[in-house]
């Protein structure tokens, strides 16, 4: 159930999506970029801050609505969701949670008021094994010098303000990866080539590269050695915002099912009238339905502070398949016409398929829901 505080915060992040949103969709995705009009306008209307306290610049939301604004947005342009997503659940969540006081107040102004983060873990050679990591961080007079390439790194183009991982010492394995939060204009950081992707196209994936970047130790989030919890526990948490997107995405493709369905006229009548059809709809709106509450029931458990790690794999799991899924039920419903880009779900269903492979692969949440459910006695 939503309060009605989280009812009108849905209804507004609806309406935005649906008025300021849903005209400029296929131009960004084109594009392959961000309008930067639309961007400032997810911050004005504080999407990009939920949780950063009021004080601080931000709405002063909880993670239920940062939830509940990636699956609004997902249900009209995934790719703007991932924006949101990635700077409310991973970047925002993380010094909310792990920054010192001092670094709390210099940083969140900024990622509520302009700054987009970039979450810099992936690299060559650690992708579900993400702790590989090539990406070095060696202590001199005044901090650290970081040095390595990081791939796949969402937001990139745009961001303001990096989160890096990076070892400290290579001979600790993962007690020896630390968190570094960098700012854009650092010497020695620059992002290289843009990836030309399948699908979300309109969010930038970059290759992030440190070159003898210099990293005060005021720069380090938590302590040293510290970030491999971080990253852990901020990709759980994470992962209901995944499932958030991708049940957003699979509610838009049922939507424009239902839409096309009701005009579309066929031996005298909707299709929508044919049972075979019908069969379709109501199969994709059973999935969505039971995505959905997955992963609310993943938020709500977090929010309260009860264990939710395997909860949150499900939802990344199961709302990726359903995506996937009601994309393609829906470009298949509109037949021919679905095949075609002048129709909205051919570009759902190139972008459902990020869902079973980014901040954790399927074949991973799997490993992950059958670990805990083995510990627990039969």
């Known amino acids: 159930m939503f309060s009605d505080e989280e009812r009108m915060f849905q209804s507004a992040v609806r309406e935005f999506a649906r008025e300021e949103l849903a005209p400029k969709v296929r131009a960004m995705d084109e594009a392959g970029a961000l309008d930067r009009q639309l961007l400032q306008q997810l911050f004005d209307l504080g999407l990009m801050g939920i949780e950063i306290p009021e004080e601080l610049g931000g709405q002063g939301g909880?993670?239920?609505e940062a939830v509940i604004a990636v699956e609004e947005l997902a249900a009209v342009d995934p790719a703007t969701a991932t924006v949101v997503d990635v700077q409310n659940t991973l970047v925002n969540n993380a010094?909310?949670?792990?920054?010192?006081?001092?670094?709390?107040?210099?940083?969140?102004?900024?990622?509520?008021?302009?700054?987009?983060?970039?979450y810099a873990l992936t690299e060559a050679g650690a992708g579900s094994?993400?702790?590989?990591?090539?990406?070095?961080?060696?202590?001199?007079?005044?901090?650290?010098?970081?040095?390595?390439?990081?791939?796949?790194?969402?937001?990139?183009?745009?961001a303001g303000l990096f989160l890096v991982f990076a070892t400290v010492d290579p001979a600790a394995g993962y007690r020896g990866i630390t968190c570094f939060v960098l700012e854009r204009d650092t010497?020695?950081?620059q992002t290289g080539r843009k990836e030309d992707k399948l699908g979300i196209r309109a969010s930038s994936t970059c290759e992030v590269i440190l070159d003898g970047c210099a990293a005060p130790v005021g720069n380090v989030l938590g302590e040293p050695g510290q970030g491999y919890r971080i990253a852990i526990e901020t990709l759980n948490e994470g992962r209901i915002g995944i499932g958030a997107q991708m049940a957003g995405l699979a509610r838009g493709a049922l939507g424009h099912a239902i839409r096309y369905a009701r005009e579309r006229r066929q031996f005298g009548r909707p299709i929508a009238e044919f049972q075979a059809v019908q069969f379709e709809l109501?199969?994709?709106?059973?999935?969505?339905?039971?995505?959905?509450?997955?992963?609310?029931?993943?938020?709500?458990?977090?929010?309260?502070g009860q264990p939710f790690v395997t909860e949150a794999a499900m939802a990344k799991d199961f709302a990726s398949q359903v995506a996937e899924s009601a994309a393609s039920r829906a470009v298949e419903i509109f037949g021919g016409a679905g095949f075609s880009r002048d129709y909205p779900v051919e570009k759902l269903y190139?972008?459902?398929?990020?869902?079973?492979?980014y901040e954790g692969t399927s074949n991973m949440q799997k490993l992950t829901i059958a670990r805990r459910i083995l510990e627990k006695p039969a």
Do not use: C
């Open 62 to 64: 909880r993670f239920f």
């Open 95 to 118: 010094i909310l949670r792990w920054a010192s006081d001092e670094q709390k107040r210099r940083w969140l102004p900024l990622l509520a008021g302009g700054a987009v983060g970039a």
């Open 129 to 158: 094994d993400a702790f590989a990591l090539a990406a070095r961080a060696e202590r001199d007079g005044v901090g650290y010098r970081l040095s390595g390439r990081k791939l796949w790194i969402t937001n990139a183009a745009e």
């Open 187 to 189: 010497p020695g950081l």
């Open 282 to 304: 109501a199969r994709m709106a059973t999935e969505i339905e039971a995505a959905r509450l997955l992963v609310y029931n993943a938020a709500r458990l977090r929010e309260a």
């Open 350 to 357: 190139r972008d459902a398929k990020i869902g079973r492979i």
